[in-house]
């Protein structure tokens, strides 16, 4: 958080597999509140289109599970909150959910900083609560290596 704070940055989340986990991590560092806008668990489809404006062409196309979902759940998240950053995450913690070519495990996470939005495709091992808490410090390091200017 001392990044965004330097900065002078705000965050905030959209969740799908990980339900409020990376909300979570944030908020349980003191100060968080200077820079954590808030955040949507968008587990139901319905929710990613309604409140976060993924098109359901993006979701009939490439499924909930992909790239492009979790892109435009990161944008979509940045525009409802009103934030300068966001992190999006999408995937499958298992243990059912697998298809062909989406294993369980696999987990889209998305960082964005202003307009630019960076994608990292991941399969995470172990079980439901493994991949769930692998997803949420990826993603915390990833939005830091964004905002470092490493991705």
Same mark, same amino acid.
């Given at each position: 958080?001392?990044?965004?704070?330097?900065?002078?940055?705000?965050?905030?989340?959209?969740?799908?597999?990980?339900?409020?986990?990376? @909300?979570?991590?944030?908020?349980?560092?003191? @100060?968080?509140?200077?820079?954590?806008?808030? =955040?949507?668990?968008?587990?139901?489809?319905?929710?990613?289109?309604?409140?976060?404006?993924?098109? *359901?062409?993006?979701?009939?196309?490439?499924?909930?599970?992909? *790239?492009?979902?979790?892109?435009?759940?990161?944008?979509?998240?940045?525009?409802?909150?009103? #934030?300068?950053?966001?992190?999006?995450?999408? =995937?499958?913690?298992?243990? @059912?959910?697998?298809?062909? =070519?989406?294993?369980?495990?696999?987990?889209?996470?998305?960082?964005?900083?202003?307009?630019?939005?960076?994608?990292?495709?991941?399969?995470?091992? @172990?079980?439901r609560e493994d991949v769930r808490?692998? #997803?949420?410090?990826?993603?915390?390091?990833?939005?830091?290596?964004?905002?470092?200017?490493?991705?």
């Open positions: 958080m001392g990044l965004l704070r330097e900065a002078g940055k705000t965050v905030c989340t959209a969740e799908s597999c990980t339900g409020g986990l990376i @909300g979570a991590a944030i908020t349980s560092v003191p @100060g968080s509140s200077d820079v954590f806008q808030g =955040g949507v668990i968008a587990y139901s489809n319905d929710v990613k289109m309604k409140v976060l404006g993924v098109k *359901e062409q993006t979701l009939m196309d490439h499924g909930a599970v992909s *790239e492009d979902t979790a892109r435009e759940m990161a944008a979509g998240a940045r525009s409802f909150l009103g #934030t300068d950053t966001a992190i999006a995450v999408t =995937g499958i913690a298992g243990p @059912g959910g697998a298809v062909p =070519g989406k294993p369980v495990g696999l987990v889209y996470i998305a960082v964005a900083d202003g307009p630019r939005v960076v994608v990292s495709r991941n399969v995470f091992g @172990g079980g808490s692998s #997803t949420v410090s990826t993603a915390l390091e990833l939005l830091e290596e964004l905002l470092k200017g490493v991705l």
